[in-house]
């Protein structure tokens, strides 16, 4: 396990600060791979906010077109530091970037998490992966079983009323019929949709 809590990507700056996700997806990356683009993402330690900020010296944000939390678990298990951290890169100027599985609100029901995150995210990317709550219950695990898919819809229709940019995403490997309905799924809460290719264990990445 190499902590790293903060990895270069193509031309976004990375942020991996926990691999705890209340999903077990199917076709998780982390099933296959132990990181990306030769950056081990497995930590054996969570990283706090003030080491993450402090970090933040060592980089040049005219280098990277954004900011982004994702790593080898959901970031708002570390709600807390997410929102100290990506509140200090708003003020240095990055554009910032949460991808996450939406399930936020049903984790933190006492709080406006969607307030939280307007003026400190920009956009954020929501993992739909399925066309029903049925069938997301199967591929996904979730600890919210069947809840948790109305909860992530729910959550990005409200990111996309506080002017936070959304989009819902799915694997292409559920199938044509599905993907368009979860295209009109997207549509209906108001969010973008992008279709996102399985990584299996051969894939470059």
Request: charged share 30%; hydrophobic share 40%; net charge negative.
């Amino acid at each position: 396990m190499a902590n790293n809590y903060i990895y270069e990507f193509g031309d976004s700056l990375y942020f991996n600060i926990t691999n705890r996700c209340e999903n077990n997806c199917d076709f998780c990356i982390r099933h296959v791979k132990d990181g990306v683009s030769g950056s081990e993402l497995w930590l054996d330690r969570e990283p706090s906010a003030e080491e993450l900020i402090a970090a933040l010296d060592g980089y040049d944000a005219s280098k990277y077109r954004e900011a982004v939390f994702c790593g080898f678990g959901e970031p708002t298990c570390k709600l807390d530091v997410m929102l100290s951290v990506a509140e200090k890169l708003k003020q240095l100027g990055y554009r910032v970037r949460l991808n996450t599985n939406g399930l936020a609100e049903l984790k933190y029901p006492d709080r406006d998490v969607v307030g939280e995150l307007k003026g400190r995210v920009d956009c954020v990317s929501i993992s739909l992966n399925e066309a029903s709550a049925e069938k997301y219950d199967a591929v996904c695990h979730s600890a919210f079983g069947k809840a948790a898919y109305a909860g992530l819809l729910n959550f990005a229709k409200r990111c996309v009323q506080a002017g936070i940019d959304a989009t819902l995403s799915v694997v292409d490997c559920i199938g044509a019929e599905d993907v368009a309905k979860c295209a009109e799924i997207a549509a209906g809460t108001g969010a973008r949709f992008r279709v996102r290719k399985l990584i299996e264990k051969d894939t470059e990445y």
